[in-house]
């Protein structure tokens, strides 16, 4: 359904949209995004200035809750159990990369339509996408100027004009073509690898 730039602000089709910074920094403030993700977030926050004060607010929201709370001693080695688990989920292959269903920051695109990014390789110049529609949402017609476009229906239903697609359908758009209005009766769920 597009080409979604990198996180923060981003560009899309000449229009600019921003991620959901309380998704972000509620889960840098309590510390469930790790890895990759925390160290992006980290490096963003000394020139990003809203992030800042979001981190910060979801900060004191869980201190609040913490002092509100009674004092319970946990069991001795519940924290290094509870880390434990979490690693054990995130083991990766030398070599590879994981992304955990669940995770990731989604960005809205239009009403009703967001993404995430799986993966961006800066030297092809190529993002690999999710893009999830609600039902009955539209995104606008696009041109494809930056290169090819490539969907994959992994759930719901996706019509651009007269052509419907449905679970397991491919769609390739080249570079310089342009999509019609897309739109999604039931919901979608798409793969996308598109052009930066």
């Known amino acids: 359904m597009g080409s979604p730039g990198g996180a923060g602000t981003r560009s899309m089709h000449g229009k600019m949209m921003s991620e959901d910074l ?46 509100a709370c009674g004092r319970q001693v946990p069991p001795t080695g519940l924290f290094d159990r509870i880390v434990a688990a979490i690693d054990a989920d995130t083991r990766e292959i030398p070599g590879t990369q994981t992304r955990r269903a669940g995770t990731g ?13 799986l993966f961006e390789d800066p030297v092809a110049r190529r993002r690999s996408i999710l893009v999830r529609a609600l039902p009955g949402s539209k995104y606008d017609s696009h041109f494809h100027d930056e290169g090819h476009e490539e969907c994959l ?34 919901g979608c769920l798409l793969y ?5």
């Open 22 to 67: 309380d998704q972000t920094a509620a889960a840098y403030a309590l510390g469930i995004s790790r890895g990759v993700a925390r160290a992006e977030i980290e490096a963003r926050l000394s020139g990003n200035p809203a992030l800042q004060a979001k981190v910060k607010l979801w900060q004191e929201n869980f201190m609040a809750i913490d002092l």
């Open 153 to 186: 229906v992994l759930e719901g239903d996706l019509s651009m004009g007269d052509l419907r697609l449905l679970p397991g359908d491919f769609h390739l758009a080249a570079k310089g073509s342009a999509h019609p209005a897309a739109t999604t009766m039931s």
């Open 105 to 117: 920051v989604w960005t809205e695109m239009s009403p009703g339509v967001t993404y995430t990014v």
């Open 192 to 196: 996308q690898s598109i052009a930066f």
